[in-house]
C-alpha cells in the first residue's frame, strides 16, 4: 500500500542507507527484526521488586529474565568442556595449549555440560560459546596472547631440540592452528548434533579490528588484510548456525562521531562472510550493550540509531543486548535502567521492530 511504502521511507531516512534489506528467515520469534535480551536483570524482581517490563517492547527474554534459558543461553569457556588456557599470570590451564590436551576429553566433558545448561533435546534457543582465551589463527595472537606462540614454539623445541629456528616457528602455527581449529569445530558439531535445534555460533566472530582510532581520518573499514585473514577461518563459518560479530562500542568513542563508521563495517564483514559461504539461511546476530564498553553511560538516541538501527538497516536478523550484573547491584540501578528500558531504549526498540515488520512486507 501507499501507506506502507512511505512508511518505509520514513523508516529509511531515520535509519542507516539500507544494505541487503531483510536477511535470512527469522530466529526465535516470527519477525523479521528481533532484539534479545541477555542481561541477568531476574535480582531486580526478585532482590528489589523493580520490574522491567521487557515484552510490551518487543523484547524477548528468557523466563524471569534469567541469563540461561530457553531463548539464549551463552557458555562462557568455564561452562563447556575443558578449554585449555594460560591465566593472566602464565599458568596453564587445561595443559594450556590446544594442541597439549585431550580433545576427546573436552568434548566428554562438554557433552555433559550440554545436557545439563540445556536440558531438553528440542531446545531452539540461541547458543553462544564465548571463548575469548586465544584466536583460532597464529597470527591474531598479539599483546597478552603473544603467550599461545610463545608456549607453542617451546613445545616444538621440546619435541625437536634439533630443528632450526625458523622451522621451529613454521611447525608450532601448524600444530596450534590444526588443534585451535579442531577444538572449534568439533564444539560446534558437538552442540548442533545434541541440540541440532539451537543457534550455534562463536561470539565475536567475525571480527575486523577496525579499531585504530586515532588514523585520520577514521573510516571505520576493516583492514584488508584482516579481510583476508576471515577468508582463511572459511572452516569456521561453514560449521556456524549463526554469526554473533560484537559491535560493543569502547568508551573512547562516546561523545565522538565515529560510532556508526565503527559498527557498519563490523557488520558489513559478517554479511561478506555469510556470503562467502553462499548460505544466506545463516543468520546474522550483532551482540551490542546498552551502554559503551565497561561504563553505565546509556547509549543516546543517535548511538541506539548506530548500533540497533544500522544492524536492522543491513538485514541483521536481530540484534543481542549484552550486560554484566552490574545493571542488577542496587535498587538504584534497577530503577535507572527501568527508566532507560521504559524510555528512549523501548521506544526506539518498538520502532525499529515495527519500521522492520513494514518493510519485509512492502
Known amino acids: 500500500t501507499m501507506t506502507s511504502g512511505s512508511s518505509c521511507w520514513i523508516l529509511l531516512l531515520l535509519l542507516p542507507v539500507l544494505g541487503h534489506a531483510i536477511g535470512p528467515g527469522p530466529v526465535l520469534v516470527n519477525r523479521p527484526f528481533v532484539t534479545i535480551w541477555n542481561i541477568p536483570t531476574e535480582r531486580c524482581a526478585k532482590k528489589y521488586n523493580v520490574t522491567l517490563s521487557l515484552d510490551i517492547f518487543d523484547v524477548v527474554a528468557n523466563n524471569q529474565q534469567s541469563f540461561l534459558g530457553q ?173 554473533y560479530p560484537s559491535i560493543y562500542l569502547p568508551s573512547c568513542l562516546n561523545g565522538t562521531n565515529k560510532v556508526l563508521a565503527y559498527v557498519r563495517h563490523r557488520v558489513a564483514e559478517a554479511f561478506t562472510v555469510q556470503r562467502r559461504v553462499l548460505d544466506d539461511n545463516i543468520p546474522v546476530l550483532p551482540y551490542s550493550q546498552i551502554a559503551f564498553d565497561r561504563t553505565i553511560d546509556f547509549l543516546s538516541q543517535e548511538d541506539l540509531m548506530n548500533t540497533i538501527g544500522e544492524s536492522a538497516a543491513q538485514g541483521a536478523a536481530g540484534i543481542i543486548l549484552w550486560g554484566s550484573l552490574n545493571y542488577s547491584n542496587s535498587k538504584e540501578m534497577c530503577l535507572r535502567l527501568k527508566d532507560y528500558v521504559e524510555g528512549s531504549l523501548g521506544r526506539y526498540i518498538i520502532n525499529v521492530t515495527a519500521s522492520a515488520d513494514l518493510c519485509s512486507q512492502s
Open 71 to 243: 531463548d539464549i543461553t551463552l557458555f562462557y569457556s568455564e561452562k563447556l568442556g575443558l578449554l585449555p588456557y594460560y591465566t593472566a599470570e602464565g599458568v596453564p590451564v587445561n595443559g594450556g595449549l590446544p594442541q597439549n590436551t585431550s580433545l576427546k576429553a573436552h568434548l566428554h566433558q562438554a557433552t555433559q555440560d550440554i545436557k545439563i545448561t540445556l536440558p531438553s533435546p528440542a531446545y531452539t534457543g540461541l547458543a553462544v560459546i564465548d571463548w575469548e582465551k586465544w584466536r583460532p589463527l597464529w597470527l591474531r595472537n598479539w599483546d597478552t596472547m603473544h603467550i599461545y606462540q610463545q608456549k607453542s614454539e617451546e613445545l616444538v623445541r621440546q619435541q625437536h631440540p634439533q630443528l632450526p629456528s625458523e622451522l621451529v616457528k613454521k611447525k608450532a602455527k601448524q600444530q596450534f592452528e590444526q588443534s585451535a581449529r579442531e577444538f572449534m569445530e568439533q564444539t560446534l558439531q558437538l552442540g548442533e548434533t545434541l541440540r541440532p535445534g539451537g543457534y550455534w555460533g562463536f561470539y565475536g566472530f567475525p571480527n575486523c579490528y577496525n579499531n585504530d582510532f586515532d588514523s585520520l581520518p577514521y573510516n571505520g573499514t576493516c583492514p584488508v588484510v584482516e579481510q583476508q585473514r576471515n577468508k582463511e577461518l572459511w572452516w569456521l563459518w561453514k560449521s556456524s548456525r549463526t554469526l
